[in-house]
Structures are given as C-alpha cells and as structure tokens.
C-alpha cells in the first residue's frame, strides 16, 4: 500500500512515442526520473538526440517516422532487439491539420490518420511478444494510447483528420483492451485537454486564450498533470484498469 511501491516504475523498460517533445516529453522525463528506461522516438533525430543526452543513459534516441509502415516495423525491431522484454508502450507520437471543409486536402486527411491511428495499431501488434514476455496475471504490461478531448466531443477548430483520428485511438483502446487483457496486456488511454506544446503553438492566440478562459480550472496543463497519470497508468496503482479513459483537462471537454 506504500507509494513507491504502487506508482514505481523503477527497473522497467518503456518506448514512449514522439517522445522528445510535448506531451511525449513529459510522459519521458516521468518515466525516467523515476527510474524507468526509456526509448523514445521522433521524426527529428535532433529533438532525440537532445533529450537522450540531457537525461542520460537511461533514455535512448530512436529516431522514427512512425507515419510510414516500413518505419514501424523497423523501430519495433531496433526496440526488440534492445528490449527483449517491454513494460511500457506509450503510443504518443501525432499530427494535425486544419482546414475547412471545403479546402481540406487528401494529404491532410491520410498523414494524420497514418500516424495518430494506424502506428498506434501496428506499432503495438509488432511489439506484442516484448510485452507479453514482461506480463503475468500479478504484473500486467502496458499499453497507453494517447487520445485527445477532441476525441471526445466537438471541437471549435476545422481539424476534421484529427478529431476522427483520436476518437478512433480512443475505441481502438476499448477494442485492444477487451483482447489483450486475457494475455495479461492492460490497455488504457489518457484524452489531454490542452498542454502547452509545439502542436499547439500553431493555434492563433485567440483561440488559445478562449481554451483557457472556458476551461473551470481557468488553467492549461503542465508537466505534473500528465506526469502524474502517466505515472499512474504505467504503474502497479492502475493494476484492475484496462480500457479506460482518463481524461486530463480541467474540466474543459465536460462543461464547455
């Protein structure tokens, strides 16, 4: 019942995708300040290779775009062969478009569900025997997909790919769930409100500012926020939870 017995994450391997930045940034500097080793992947090898060598040895740059198949399957081999054994999949790494529906190009409709739904899939399918070789009934493996609250109700932006995209993450996670449990994988998903990050900086200001002033916690989020529930689902404290969604906005997908 002790907290660094419930939420640690020390001694496990973890790949957290679009780690280097953002949301994915905050999921790694969590996993790895508590002990966790970690491989991260981005489509800018920099972003990587910066952030592997401010934390150390602990986080390792496996630079990936995960929108192209060849991609997954040759990071979930370069992961393989690192991890024989994997306790934690975060599948973080997304895009976004936004244009009106008149405009709104094919490109921008196919490069975001690549990445936001289709890795999310195979991703996770190529690396099922590394987490099926960590899991047992007492200490499931993890699987957390990254969704969205535009997943989740209507958003006041024209980005048509992404709102489809993450409410298909969102019952992709329900579906994986229902048949991973029994090969003892815990499947869950977090839907975050909005967080400060280089996908959102492309939000104009108003709107930015509009987000805020409606959330109920008149806030956005920061590194704790996520940190703690990515903490929570990656540890023994989420143990009799899978096919849930938690949602991290301060109120704002609920009330607004």
């Not at 907290?3 to 391997?13: M, P």
């Not at 289709?118 to 200490?139: C, G, R, W």
Request: net charge negative.
């Amino acid at each position: 019942m002790k907290i660094e017995q419930l939420f640690s994450v020390a001694g496990k391997t973890a790949v957290v995708t679009g780690g280097s930045r953002g949301i994915g940034e905050m999921i790694t500097r969590a996993l790895v300040e508590n002990g966790a080793t970690v491989i991260i992947s981005s489509r800018k090898a920099s972003d990587c290779d910066a952030l592997a060598a401010e934390l150390g040895p602990a986080c390792i740059a496996l630079p990936a775009d995960l929108s192209q198949m060849a991609e997954v399957e040759r990071f979930a081999a370069a992961v393989a062969e690192r991890f024989p054994r994997l306790d934690i999949l975060f599948n973080n790494a997304g895009a976004s478009w936004g244009a009106g529906i008149d405009a709104f190009p094919e490109i921008g409709w196919d490069k975001v569900m690549d990445l936001n739904v289709k890795s999310v899939f195979f991703l996770t399918q190529k690396l099922l025997p590394n987490l099926a070789a960590a899991a047992s009934p007492e200490q499931m493996a993890r699987v957390i997909n990254i969704g969205s609250i535009d997943g989740q109700h209507v958003s006041d932006l024209e980005t048509y790919s992404y709102a489809a995209s993450k409410a298909g993450v969102l019952h992709l996670t329900r579906m994986m769930a229902k048949f991973l449990g029994p090969r003892h994988i815990a499947v869950n998903a977090i839907a975050p409100g909005f967080f400060p990050s280089k996908m959102t900086a492309a939000i104009a200001e108003e709107f930015r500012e509009a987000f805020r002033a409606a959330t109920p916690m008149q806030r956005w989020g920061n590194e704790d926020d996520m940190a703690g529930v990515a903490l929570f689902l990656a540890s023994r404290a989420s143990g009799f939870m899978t096919g849930s969604v938690i949602t991290v906005d301060g109120g704002y997908a609920t009330t607004v």
